[in-house]
Structures are given as C-alpha cells and as structure tokens.
C-alpha cells in the first residue's frame, strides 16, 4: 500500500505546486512511483508547471463522476518514466468533488502506486477538506518571507484535529534577509508553528529567473541550483520512510 502526502499551506504563492512537482521528481528518480493530484479544482497550475498543459484528456471530476477510469485519466510525465499527474478540472468548483471522493479516489491511487502527492488549494474552505481527505500525512509549505497568520495557524490545528501527521518545509530563506531582519529565520517559522522540519529551500535567484521566463513565455518552471539539491534531500527524507539523505 502506497502513502498519500498532501502539500498544503494557508495562502497562495508559497510554493506549494512546485513542491510537489519537484519532490514529486525527486521521489521519483529515487525509483518510486508517483502519482501527483491536482487538487485546486477551477484553477489548475500543476499541469502547467510540469509542462502537460496540452496533453490533459480527462482530469479528476471525470474520474469522481465516473466518466473515465482513474488510470485513463493519468498523464504519463514526459522525462520520468514511473511519474504520472492526475490533472483539476479547469471549469468546474471545488463542490464538483467531496471528502468522501477523494478518499475513494485516492485509496484506489494508493493499491497501485508507491507514493501519491496531493497539491491542495490555498485556504481552508471546501478545496483544502477535499485535499486532505484522503491523506496519511502532510508537508506544510511556508514562505520565510511572509508573516504567519490565523490561517496559517488554523490549517494546522484543522490537520491536527483529522489526526495527520505534518512536517513543515520552509521556503525561499535568504540568510542575508535573515541577518538584515527583514525576514523570518528558520528557526522562527520552526517555533510558531510547532512543527517538526522536514526541510529548508534557500532562495535561489536560479528559480526566480525561471518563474519570471514562465508568466512572460509559458516556459516549464524546474528547481535549479541550490534549490534543487534540497527537494531531493527533502525527497530523501519524505514522510514515512528512514532518511537516505546525507548532509554534504
């Protein structure tokens, strides 16, 4: 039996689609197989950033409503042979699935598939109930940069209350913002949070280069550099296995 991870966080814009493209890879080339779900139905950005925006056939509200198999639905990843995306539904909303679908959905993933990694919508409304139904753990994704909020905490507690297990990734830290005090450390976002570190992401000029390339030309958004050396070391620490990793 395969492990679900869901990736969340409380707002948009913190990385989450892009950790689970990425640390989705990264389990991948370690040899495992990988289904990742978009779960922001109504928006959809997963396909995009790992560039099979134009090979999307069916997508999840088929499969819940029973139009299409979940495996006709898969997207085969075009580098990694045992990588597979499970696309949203671009024109439907969040009530197009519930709870009790995901679970199904993903339990049937699960029998099949070593790993399956699940992109959840910013917010803690139907999008993230929907996201976390069926998962056996969570990375919470936090921005270094930006302030934790009362949703930010809320979305913690609500993980605790459904009794999954959640680590925390923290994102884009410049030590140099650190020192300057116009950004929260490490150690910091560790502390308000409560959460045991799963990972840390430095900022890496690399990433930002590429995003901009993104919104200006459409080109595929890939972790570069430093930021790449750490989603796989967070690959090889993922949830509920023994750390393979070995600090350089």
Known sequence: MGRAIVITSGKGGVGKTTTTCNLGAAIAQLGKSVVLIDADIGLRNLDVV?????????????????????????IKDRRLENLWLLPASQTDDKDAVTPDDMRTLIAELKAIYEYVLIDCPAGIEQGFKNAIAGADEACRGRHAGSLVDSRCRSRVGLLAAQNIPTRLIVNRISQHLVKKGDMLSQADVIEILALELLGAVPLDEHVVAVDQQRHAGGARRQVDGRARVHQHREAARRPGERSRARDR
């Open 50 to 74: 790992m560039g099979l925006e134009n090979r999307i056939v069916y997508h999840v509200v088929d499969v819940v409503r029973g139009k299409c198999s979940a495996q006709k639905a898969l």
